[in-house]
Nanobody, 125 residues
Framework: QVHVVESGGGLVQAGGSLRLSCAASGRTIGSYAMGWFRQTPGKEREIVAAISGNGGSTYYADSVKGRFTISRDNARDTVYLQMNSLKPEDTAEYYC??????????????????WGQGTQVTVSS
């Protein structure tokens, strides 16, 4: 079992940047596929980006392509989400999720087994 904790959220102006981190404990994350999701009140949780355990396969939602980058440092058991050119519509609670998989990514929340508590990102206009 793996435990994940998000950090790095905050308040930023439109056009700014933030880097979210997801630190894992309990197991080394090299064999875990990871995903970043976000949710706003009254809406379903949506995929933002995903990465395979070995980092060789990634996915981005159309809304963040070219602005966000998912990466991982398996030696540090940490996954990152670099968010650039932030927009007010990126405002949400961001969640990190994990499941066992070395070679593929996953894009639906039902495919993930472990979740963090979330970190709030607020983008002001």
């Amino acid at each position: 079992q793996v435990h994940v904790v998000e950090s790095g959220g905050g308040l930023v102006q439109a056009g700014g940047s933030l880097r979210l981190s997801c630190a894992a404990s309990g197991r080394t994350i090299g064999s875990y596929a990871m995903g970043w999701f976000r949710q706003t009140p009254g809406k379903e949780r949506e995929i933002v980006a995903a990465i395979s355990g070995n980092g060789g396969s990634t996915y981005y939602a159309d809304s963040v392509k070219g602005r966000f980058t998912i990466s991982r440092d398996n030696a540090r058991d940490t996954v990152y989400l670099q968010m650039n050119s932030l927009k007010p519509e990126d405002t949400a609670e961001y969640y990190c999720a994990a499941r066992v998989s070395s070679f593929r990514h996953y894009i639906t929340e039902y495919e993930y087994d472990y979740w963090g508590q979330g970190t709030q990102v607020t983008v002001s206009s």
